[in-house]
Each structure stands twice: as structure tokens, then as C-alpha cells.
């Protein structure tokens, strides 16, 4: 089964950027739409980004879309979310997910594998 782990989380300051990292361990990374949810203290799930299995369709959420950047590569079973000009109101943790031979969308139920989650705290 696919087992995933994030990373690359933290602390920065309003404006700054970071990368996050979802790195699978298991088969068939390459047939999973992979998408990326946050969850901020008190607030419902959201999903922020997604890109299909092979990489050829994205989506991002209209509150990130121009400073958020998702990619993949299939062959180190990774997908990153390159995060800039991060606000406030970004702070959340953030999770990945896996969806069998999905496509890029955002409905968390669908997705069938998720990771531990990251922190990211903006803040000055």
C-alpha cells in the first residue's frame, strides 16, 4: 500500500515562502491524483491544491492561486507545493493525499491514503 510523508513545514514570516514535500513509499505512485489539504485550529479541511496522477492537470484554490505551485516527479515518488509570498492566514497543518487513478479535485472523502501533516506557522 502507499504510505505517505510530508515535510518541509515551519515557521516564517508573512511574505516568506516554503516547500513542502509528500514522499510516497509503495507501488504505483504514478497512477495516484495526489492533492494537498489544510486544516487550520477550529476550521474545516480544505483542499489547496492537486495534480493529476501524471502530472498533466493541476488545480489550486482560489485563495492561493498565483503564490502556490504544485509539481511531481513520478520517478522519486515525490510531490512539492512551493508556497510564496505566504500569509497569516496560510497557518495550517498540511496533508497529502492519494487518489487511485483519480483525477486533480479537491473532495477529501475520495481520497483513500493520507499522510501525518506538516505545520506551517506564518507569523512575524
Known amino acids: 500500500q502507499l504510505q505517505l510523508v510530508e515535510s518541509g513545514g515551519g515557521l516564517v514570516q508573512p511574505g516568506g515562502s516554503l516547500r513542502l514535500s509528500c514522499t510516497a513509499s509503495g507501488v504505483s505512485f504514478n497512477y495516484y491524483a495526489i492533492g494537498w489539504f489544510r486544516q487550520a485550529p477550529g476550521k474545516e479541511r480544505e483542499g489547496v491544491s492537486c495534480?493529476?496522477?501524471?502530472?498533466?492537470?493541476?488545480n489550486y484554490a482560489d485563495s492561493v492561486k498565483g503564490r502556490f505551485t504544485i509539481s511531481r516527479d513520478n520517478a522519486k515518488k515525490t510531490v512539492w507545493l512551493q508556497m510564496n509570498s505566504l500569509k497569516p492566514e496560510d497557518t495550517a497543518t498540511y496533508y497529502c493525499?492519494?487518489?487511485?487513478?483519480?483525477?486533480?479535485?479537491?473532495?477529501?472523502?475520495?481520497?483513500?491514503?493520507w499522510g501525518q501533516g506538516t505545520q506551517v506557522t506564518v507569523s512575524s
Open positions: 493525499a492519494a487518489d487511485w487513478e483519480g483525477h486533480c479535485h479537491f473532495a477529501s472523502y475520495a481520497y483513500s491514503r
Open positions: 495534480i493529476s496522477s501524471r502530472g498533466g492537470s493541476t
